[in-house]
């Protein structure tokens, strides 16, 4: 405790109370910590001097203490601690079933008896329903069980730590005169107070998120109601995971329509190609069924014309006569002047 100590006067340490304030402002904070987080904090203290202080000021911030003797195995032995809690609360149902009705007198005090002596010893743990998230004592030098108990556990140790005690084991120490009950209750009413402070902090954030929530809610139902309203034309700003979940969603949907359509094609491929040459057989038939009835066409058409040959002769003859005097005309002409020019030349020979 040599860090701690002032100086030594007849014999006594004093103990320098500027480390006594620091060490204890941050004790505070780390248990105002704790206990925001909702986590238990377990109070040690069998001193005379000490028992009813604690018992005060801890119950107000319902905080579980051990004031009488500390059990061996509370913290290692946890389990059979809280069967003996269980069986102080199995008694007191014993006493509203009435079943203490049907039990002799002598069953009744010894049960009774029993009930007191759990009451005494674990009274203030019976809402302890699992292990501590902190442990503060009062008397390191005494409760060294408890101290080994935590340490043991890894649970974090705040003690009020004299002059005759060690502190290396404590987590955080506080040096102070613990036999003085002036000095207990003056720290015990700082940390509870601190304690209080951090559980009314998370009452006030439960409050606030409770709020919220509320009002999230209730934004939500109107935005539910403006939707319904508009006839659904608005809708809901998505977050951006589900925008990249719908996204990839869809990119999976296309590869899966792509993939359908290709086997669909390959499939009317396949299909495709007997058909085709069904068709081609089908038209090769038709061909080879038009060939008779095209041959039976110009055979019909062979006797119309074997049947009128004389009315096409005398057209032709027509025809003819036509050309030729078309062609004959002019040749008349010249025969005609050469013979005018002939009887002339004779006319001028006898003349002469």
Do not use: C
């Not at 203490?65 to 500390?70: G, K, S």
């Not at 061996?72 to 009435?98: C, E, H, Q, W, Y």
């Not at 005398?314 to 009887?343: C, L, Q, R, S």
Request: proline share 4%; hydrophobic share 35%; glycine share 4%.
């Amino acid at each position: 405790m040599s860090p701690y100590i002032f100086m030594e006067k007849n014999g006594i340490h004093i103990i320098d109370l500027h480390k006594t304030e620091s060490k204890l402002n941050e004790a505070a904070s780390a248990l105002k910590q704790i206990a925001k987080s909702g986590r238990k904090i377990l109070f040690v203290a069998t001193k005379k001097q000490a028992k009813e202080i604690v018992a005060e000021k801890v119950k107000t911030i319902n905080m579980p203490f051990v004031t009488e003797r500390w059990p061996g195995g509370m913290l290692t032995n946890f389990p059979t601690i809280r069967k003996a809690v269980k069986k102080m609360s199995a008694i007191d149902k014993m006493a509203t079933d009435g079943t203490f009705d049907t039990l002799s007198k002598r069953e009744r005090l010894q049960i009774t008896r029993q009930r007191a002596k759990l009451e005494k010893n674990l009274g203030s743990i019976a809402d302890l329903t699992r292990l501590p998230a902190a442990m503060f004592i009062v008397d390191v030098h005494k409760e060294y069980i408890a101290v080994r108990e935590a340490n043991r556990l890894n649970i974090p140790v705040f003690a009020m730590v004299d002059t005759n005690s060690d502190p290396r084991d404590i987590d955080f120490p506080i040096p102070a005169n613990d036999d003085a009950s002036k000095s207990i209750s003056l720290i015990i009413n700082y940390i509870t107070d601190a304690i209080a402070e951090g559980l009314s902090e998370r009452k006030m954030e439960k409050e606030k998120e409770a709020a919220d929530s509320k009002a999230k809610k209730s934004k939500a139902e109107s935005k539910d109601e403006e939707e319904k309203e508009s006839g659904g034309q608005k809708t809901r700003p998505r977050k951006r995971a589900e925008k990249v979940t719908a996204s990839e969603s869809k990119d999976e949907e296309q590869a899966k329509a792509a993939g359908e359509v290709k086997k669909e094609a390959k499939e009317s491929k396949a299909e495709s190609k007997p058909e085709k040459k069904e068709e081609k057989k089908q038209e090769v038939k038709q061909e080879v069924k038009a060939e008779p009835a095209m041959a039976e066409e110009k055979a019909a058409e062979a006797k119309a014309e074997a049947q009128m040959p004389e009315a096409r002769t005398e057209e032709t003859k027509t025809e003819d006569a036509e050309a030729e005097a078309k062609v004959e005309g002019p040749k008349a002409e010249e025969t005609k002047a050469e013979e005018t020019k002939a009887e002339s030349a004779t006319a001028d020979k006898e003349s002469k």
